[in-house]
């Protein structure tokens, strides 16, 4: 059974940080290309950092400079840290799994960021 989990979500004031990791279980982690997507209310799901499984990362215009992404292979996870958040940054974040010729591919159940004062 495929699982993805993420945690580390929560309430940050604005110019705050926080750390989403997503543990994957059930697949062979190193042939999965890892991503994070974010929803926010009433907006599409968007791409918000993706790396490959050779470990070649891109980001959201947005998030550019203040999130990075990056895994540990031995410990099947992928995480994100989040710095200088904004507002705009709410929304749940989602970790996505997708095999490196694309024959699977998996979601996360989510997390809650909330930025605000």
């Known amino acids: 059974q495929v699982q993805l989990v993420e945690s580390g979500g929560g309430l940050v004031q604005p110019g705050g940080s926080l750390r989403l990791s997503c543990a994957a279980s059930?697949?062979?982690?190193?042939?999965?290309?890892m991503r994070w997507y974010r929803q926010a209310p009433g907006k599409q799901r968007e791409l918000v950092a993706g790396?490959?499984?050779?470990?070649?990362?891109n980001y959201e215009n947005s998030v550019k400079g203040r999130f990075t992404i990056s895994r540990d292979n031995a410990k099947n996870t992928v995480s994100l840290q989040m710095n200088s958040l904004k507002p705009e940054d709410t929304a749940v974040y989602y970790c996505?799994?997708?095999?490196?010729?694309?024959?699977?591919?998996?979601w996360g159940q989510g997390t809650q960021v909330t930025v605000s004062s």
């Open positions: 059930g697949i062979m982690f190193r042939f999965y290309h």
């Open positions: 996505y799994a997708i095999h490196i010729l694309a024959a699977n591919n998996y």
């Open positions: 790396i490959t499984s050779g470990d070649i990362t």
